[in-house]
């Protein structure tokens, strides 16, 4: 890349940054009420998106072969038991990653 186009990535990547950042509070200034919809969104989507992830991780796992699926599950049971107990979901996560890593690499 020569100089010129650093400084353009450098710009459209600060540029971009900034417009996510600072757009909302443009959108939705604090003396105004937050639209129904835009509150909607706020509490739909978070588990929505977990969803999502927990679908696109496991999409490849098959019961069928290799070690049918045993880490994964025994992860996730670990993720809910955590979660039903803490309620903190870093917390729920942060368990699921290092217990399946653990069970990957030391026993399955």
Do not use: D
Request: aromatic share 12%; glycine share 6%.
């Amino acid at each position: 890349m020569t100089l010129t186009q650093r400084i353009i990535t450098i710009a459209m990547v600060v540029l971009g940054t900034m417009l996510t950042r600072f757009l909302p509070f443009l959108l939705f200034p604090a003396g105004k009420p937050t639209p129904k919809y835009i509150r909607y969104l706020g509490n739909v989507l978070p588990p929505a998106v977990f969803g999502m992830l927990v679908v696109y991780c496991l999409k490849n796992v098959s019961i069928f072969t290799g070690y049918h699926a045993i880490p994964e599950m025994l992860s996730i049971v670990l993720v809910v038991l955590l979660h039903l107990w803490k309620r903190q979901m870093l917390l729920s996560i942060a368990g699921g990653t290092i217990c399946y890593m653990l069970l990957v690499q030391f026993v399955f």
